[in-house]
């Protein structure tokens, strides 16, 4: 083989590697539930409407009729950790003539949501026909809260290089960087030492009051 | 000698650079629910409405079911390698007195990877259901 030809080898062998690695976890999928019902012979669809309202709001949160009078509700969860509901749940009342139908539809997104739609919407159904066991539902993951200010355990934040001011860093959660001219890189930290992948490998020390970083090359502050 | 070793390292890190760039950021999926239509049909049984709400959900999601016999339909959409599904939709059907009965349509999705949002689903399946959309 030419070397050319090894090279491009060499190139396609990393490339598949890379994608497989990025690729290996697991996608969320849909649950979804469907077919609990309760046809009561008395009572008005105001009535079912406002069962309707209170039960999602024991479960979930922000029951709202989706257009005013139509006896359809939909509650969310509060957001999971990608920062959207992880489950959702209908309830539809539709009037008779003595009384009113109501179903229930729930959907959840798993591994994202600690419990299924059918838990969810025995839940609820439950909590609306007053009857039937209520089992507690697990608390939904809530994303971490980024870190604000200077935190000395994290380079999170916008740095400024004292050489360049033109020159800034987008430090991320996931420790991910980007420079002003969108070159991205990574950093980590370990007790006041830290490494930044950009152009190579740096090593930097973290000042006492987490606003600057020197070594490697480097001398930058933090905006904070 | 020296110069081949930097260069297959060279493109070995472009490559992979390229690569996660590529993969490294997926879209996160969301969960997308739809209170769809809901119709009542006069001068009809019931099992027009079962009828009806099987062929729509075939031509939509590709399957049908019915929980029971109870007129309340349900399906999923295509599942991938994994047997993960990222649509759904339920279509129930209630008899009225009489003659007659109400339909009504919810669907959810999870974009991406589902290439429809939960609304255009369910708009799709009353279109099929009769043109009652």
């Not at chain 2, 006069?42 to 959900?57: E, I, T, Y």
């Not at chain 2, 991938?80 to 008899?95: E, K, N, W």
């Amino acid at each position: 083989m030419s070397r050319r030809g090894r090279q491009a080898a060499l190139a396609g062998a990393a490339m598949l590697v890379a994608i497989v690695l990025c690729s290996s976890q697991a996608p969320a999928a849909l649950d979804f539930s469907v077919g609990i019902r309760y046809v009561s012979d008395t009572g008005s669809t105001s009535e079912c409407s406002a069962k309707a309202q209170q039960s999602l709001n024991a479960f979930l949160q922000g029951a709202s009729e989706s257009s005013p009078g139509s006896g359809d509700w939909i509650a969310h969860s509060q957001n999971g950790v990608n920062g959207t509901p992880t489950a959702s749940a209908v309830v539809r009342c539709f009037g008779l003539s003595h009384g009113y139908v109501v179903t229930f539809t729930c959907a959840v997104q798993l591994p994202d949501n600690p419990y299924t739609a059918n838990a969810l919407c025995l839940d609820v159904a439950h909590k609306f026909h007053g009857a039937g066991a209520i089992t507690a539902l697990a608390a939904i993951p809530t994303p971490s809260p980024e870190p604000t200010g200077c935190a000395p355990n994290s380079l999170v934040g916008t740095w400024v290089s004292d050489d360049n001011p033109k020159l800034t860093f987008s430090m991320g959660l996931g420790g991910d960087l980007t420079d002003s001219e969108g070159v991205s890189g990574n950093w980590s930290l370990k007790g006041n030492t830290a490494t930044l992948i950009y152009y190579g490998t740096h090593t930097l020390t973290l000042s006492a009051d987490a606003r600057h970083l020197h070594g490697g090359g480097y001398s930058l502050t933090r905006r904070c | 000698m020296a110069r081949s070793i930097w260069l297959r390292i060279a493109v070995l890190t472009a490559t992979l650079a390229l690569a996660f760039g590529i993969t490294g950021k997926p879209a996160r999926a969301a969960l997308d629910v739809y209170v769809g239509a809901r119709n009542e049909v006069r001068n009809a049984p019931v099992s027009d409405c079962d009828g009806r709400a099987s062929r729509a959900l075939v031509s939509v999601l590709g399957r049908s079911a019915e929980i029971g016999d109870t007129h309340e339909w349900t399906a999923m959409g295509a599942v991938d390698t994994a047997g993960s599904s990222f649509a759904a939709a339920a279509v129930h059907c209630f008899p009225l007195d009489g003659s007659g009965y109400v339909v009504t349509f919810t669907c959810a999705a999870q974009a991406p990877p589902a290439p429809e949002t939960a609304s255009v689903i369910c708009s799709q399946l009353a279109d099929h259901f009769g043109g009652q959309h």
